[in-house]
């Protein structure tokens, strides 16, 4: 099975939103509401965002929403700030007890 | 404080074998999933394999047959054996905690060892 589909960079300015997608097929994205996102910054492991789509761990803030609309899940930072700046990658699970990672977005804070 | 700490990486030749493991302590090891997901240099993140509280595992495509995941939970420890090493397995291997009631979500990350295959 081939990675989920992330565009490589993302960027906006401070205080503004910004909507990174990802899209798979019928089988994983589309087929589960099992979508997860990861902030990862330089060096850094990666942490957990969002997940079953649209929720938030305890401490990250509702700055940070997900969605899902067919096969394509999306990560919608509202009111960026200079510390979003990071690499944002998803994940599904795809059935079969298989889980797939998006290639990953770089979000520039401009 | 949950902590996961990855040791055992290292240079090996194509065709060789490395064996990680990861230290778990905060948490009550036993009662989670747990999880290994590598990171190629500059690249994105790949799950790799995951062993249940029950003891069940799963492989992904690009290691089934090669890699073998295992547990010990008296010692809180994480495994993977990786055997029948390729160049395309060079990567940071992290271990990570199973977050809420399915595996498929890790809330805790150690901070990753490094395997480099290469002659």
């Known amino acids: 099975q081939s990675a989920l589909t992330q565009p490589p960079s993302a960027s906006g300015s401070p205080g503004q939103s910004v909507t990174i997608s990802c899209t798979g097929t019928s089988s994983d994205v589309g087929g589960y509401d099992y979508v997860s996102w990861y902030q990862q910054h330089p060096g850094k492991a990666p942490k957990l965002m969002i997940y079953?789509?649209?929720k938030r761990p305890s401490g990250v803030p509702d700055r940070f929403s997900g969605s899902k609309s067919g096969n394509t899940a999306s990560l919608t930072v509202s009111g960026l700030q200079v510390e979003d700046e990071a690499d944002y990658y998803c994940s599904s699970y795809a059935g079969s007890n298989n889980l797939l990672f998006g290639g990953g977005t770089k979000l520039t804070v401009l | 404080e949950v902590q996961l700490v990855e040791s055992g990486g290292g240079l090996v030749q194509p065709g060789g074998s490395l064996r990680l493991s990861c230290a778990a302590s905060?948490?009550?090891?036993?009662?989670?999933?747990m999880n290994w997901v590598r990171q190629a240099p500059g690249k994105g993140l790949e799950w790799v394999s995951t062993?249940?509280?029950?003891?069940?595992?799963y492989y992904a495509d690009s290691v089934r047959g090669r890699f073998t995941i295992s547990r010990d939970n008296s010692k809180n420890t994480l495994f993977l054996q990786m055997n029948s090493l390729r160049a395309e397995d060079t990567a940071v291997y992290y271990c990570a905690k199973r977050y809420g009631s399915v595996w498929y979500y890790f809330d805790y990350w150690g901070q990753g060892t490094l395997v480099t295959v290469s002659s």
């Open positions: 905060g948490f009550t090891f036993i009662n989670y999933a």
């Open positions: 062993i249940t509280s029950a003891g069940n595992t």
């Open positions: 079953d789509v649209s």
